[in-house]
């Protein structure tokens, strides 16, 4: 999956494809289905060590954070994928059962 980025910030954060297990993980974590901020406050629990200070930065719009952003296009990406539910309730993620099955293989 490849986000909205140059050749020069892939060196400096974090990879689109990192949050991938982190998320999945999460939601199941969560009980399958929950409210987006606890969805992204488990995923950082999970990769706060791995987040670069680039990550950790404002966009320049200054509206979010690079890493919360990123998390938000890679579950934009596992939507198309079906590994995320597409209609949800605003401000809520859901794994489908094909991101379950997606999870299992990864653990």
Request: hydrophobic share 30%; net charge positive; glycine share 6%.
């Amino acid at each position: 999956m490849k986000g909205h980025r140059s050749s020069r910030e892939e060196k400096w954060r974090t990879p689109e494809e990192d949050y991938i297990i982190p998320l999945l993980e999460s939601l199941v974590e969560l009980g399958g289905r929950a409210r987006t901020k606890d969805v992204l406050d488990r995923v950082y629990q999970k990769m706060k060590d791995q987040l670069t200070e680039a990550d950790k930065e404002k966009l320049p719009k200054g509206q979010d954070i690079r890493w919360r952003n990123t998390v938000q296009w890679c579950r934009f990406a596992l939507v198309k994928e079906g590994l995320i539910t597409p209609n949800t309730p605003r401000r809520t993620i859901e794994i489908t059962e094909k991101g379950r099955e997606y999870l299992k293989k990864w653990l």
